[in-house]
């Protein structure tokens, strides 16, 4: 649909070459003041994360801490005593930050890698191969997708509870890595463009479905499977409501539960500010390095889920 | 190896060789499907049917949990107070996410930008939560001292029971504007620049360009923005659970925080899945609904 103007010519519009009119300098403050808004409560993890507990009341509002320390970071990855990490006001919790991160990283990694390779090859099937009941099979797939999590998650958490999966990993991933809609109907889209020629010389040549499907489609496909990839990598990172129910205990404890259940053991009244704010910001950290390094396709990968 | 003339109904080889591939690819998924998705949702709706707390065995009671449903002030107060978090949170995400999206369209291709512009939804609801209880803190945060520097007076915000609701649908806009944002910006990105010149060319104004041509061709992206967030907004509970855990005085006990206490708190699962199948239904019908309304099928570029 963009074939009727060139590119060149695009990008000679007349609001494009003058810079300074009153309207950009208005746009850009709004978009500068809304980037300050974006970074300003990460700034104050960070700060926050860094001072004293003690500086807290009179230093609240400051933008740096006067007295920076790494006590904070410390005390909440356990390399601390309680009774030290009390007389620096904390409540003595900690976070076994590497082990969570540890149960994170596996949790993400298996349904990344189960989810995309079941989701390519049944979209594969749907796309190209004539069986019975396929149009059925992927209107219900895609059906699922309407179905809310609220509905599922009693039963669920049931089957998990009576197959003895309570507490595990195979209990976490279990609704998650085998099926889920929308990375079955994205990735089939994608294989639906790609020209059937390149199948059909293959095929004269004598090679089989599954040939074709992991020496054709799929090298031609590593961009949409990467897209799929991250968005369910970024998904899966965050969830907390699953891994929260079905894995309380410690030593299953993702991430966002683990920060959780940190919150919750720190005293309501008092909460030990300094402490929940180290962990917020190492808990912050695997995104903003997610960032740094593969910034534009996790941007691409976003605008792709929604807009095409 | 001739090609044996087959009849009609009967799978010549390679046709069944063809099924039995497709099947074979489909089968994880399919077992996906049934066992989380298909029987979980028959599951869900026999389980509303009855009376369960999991130690006994589950008792058939008809449509009793509906019934109580209906006479519970409580559910309807979730409902109520889900349907005005949608409202409280959805218009404001739209238009400052359409905002963001036009600025940046207009401005500026930097990586670094969209990158920061995203940040927010690429943290869990855990994380955000936790940063927002800090800078809304009613002693020592941030934005109470900025407000009391400009000689106003503390608030409770997550505190407070006629603000709580509305502190977690500003923290939640805070998250969601930059991923709207760039879902619009894709979608900004694909409408033709020759209309601009054309309108440029007439004399329309940036403003009349933007609801003329901006606007009107959004609207695929506009309907999908709206189906996914307001259903989204009317499951909140993550940020919720970390911040205000449904009070002060149940003022954010939104209908998802209140089935999930109903479930794992007072074991009714029989009650909390009749909430549940009443909320999919109104999902479903809202869903449904703005499809119809904004004619989501239709492409205006065509």
């Known amino acids: 649909m963009n074939t009727i103007v060139s590119p060149a010519v695009a990008d000679a519009t007349p609001h494009r070459i003058r810079i300074f009119t009153p309207g950009r300098i208005a746009a850009w403050v709004a978009l500068a003041t809304m980037l300050v808004i974006t970074l300003a409560p990460l700034w104050m993890v960070v700060k926050t994360a860094l001072m004293q507990s003690a500086n807290l009341y009179t230093e609240s509002a400051q933008i740096l801490p006067s007295e920076p320390t790494l006590a904070n970071f410390k005390r909440v990855l356990g390399f601390m005593t309680a009774d030290e990490s009390r007389a620096l006001g904390g409540s003595g919790a900690e976070i076994n930050f590497l082990r969570a991160l540890g149960n994170s990283l596996l949790f993400t990694a298996i349904i990344v890698v189960t989810q995309v390779s079941f989701a390519a090859m049944a979209a594969y099937a749907f796309a190209r191969l004539r069986f019975p009941g396929r149009n059925v099979l992927f209107a219900l797939f895609v059906g699922s997708m309407m179905v809310p999590g609220v509905v599922t998650f009693i039963p669920n958490f049931i089957l998990i509870k009576d197959l003895g999966l309570l507490n595990t990993m195979v209990g976490m991933v279990a609704p998650f890595c085998l099926m889920q809609g929308f990375s079955v109907f994205f990735l089939r889209q994608f294989f639906l463009s790609i020209p059937r020629d390149l199948e059909e010389a293959a095929l004269l040549d004598g090679a089989s479905y599954t040939y074709i499907f992991t020496h054709v489609v799929l090298p031609l496909s590593i961009t949409p499977l990467a897209t799929i990839a991250m968005l369910t990598g970024i998904n899966m990172w965050n969830e907390f409501f699953w891994p929260f129910l079905v894995a309380k205990d410690e030593a299953q404890q993702v991430l966002p539960v683990a920060l959780q259940s940190f919150k919750s053991q720190t005293a309501q009244g008092q909460p030990d500010w300094t402490g929940l704010m180290a962990a917020t910001a190492i808990t912050v950290m695997p995104t903003i390095l997610l960032l740094v390094v593969l910034g534009r396709r996790v941007v691409e990968s976003v605008q792709f889920s929604g807009g095409k | ?302």
């Open chain 2, 1 to 302: 190896m001739t090609p044996a003339p087959s009849a009609p109904h009967a799978l010549s080889p390679t046709r069944r060789s063809e099924t039995i591939t497709a099947w074979a690819l489909v089968l994880p998924a399919f077992i996906g499907f049934v066992v989380f998705y298909a029987l979980p949702t028959l599951r869900a709706i026999e389980i509303s049917f009855t009376d369960w707390n999991l130690l006994r065995a589950p008792k058939f009671v008809g449509l009793d949990n509906y019934a109580t449903m209906l006479e519970d002030g409580k559910f309807w107060q979730g409902m109520k107070l889900s349907a005005y978090y949608v409202v409280l949170n959805i218009p404001l995400q739209v238009v400052l996410g359409l905002f963001l999206a036009v600025s940046m369209d207009r401005l500026t291709k930097s990586l670094f930008v969209k990158s920061i512009v995203l940040l927010p939804y690429l943290l869990s609801n855990v994380l955000v939560a936790m940063m927002w209880l800090w800078m809304l803190d009613p002693l020592l945060g941030l934005v109470n001292s900025l407000i009391e520097g400009v000689g106003f007076e503390r608030q409770p915000f997550f505190g407070g029971v006629d603000q709580a609701l509305l502190t977690v649908a500003a923290v939640n806009i805070w998250r969601h504007m930059g991923l709207v944002a760039m879902l619009f910006l894709a979608g900004l990105q694909n409408i033709p620049r020759n209309l601009y010149e054309a309108a440029a060319l007439e004399g329309a104004s940036e403003w009349q360009m933007f609801w003329r041509i901006t606007l009107p061709l959004l609207r695929p992206v506009m309907v999908f923005v709206l189906v996914t967030s307001v259903t989204g907004s009317f499951q909140i509970f993550d940020t919720i659970a970390v911040t205000t855990n449904g009070g002060p005085l149940d003022s954010t006990r939104v209908i998802v925080h209140y089935i999930v206490q109903n479930a794992f708190s007072f074991y009714k699962m029989g009650y909390a899945s009749a909430m549940s199948m009443t909320l999919c239904v109104v999902m479903m019908i809202y869903t449904v609904f703005q499809m119809r309304v904004m004619k989501a099928s239709e492409n205006d570029l065509a």
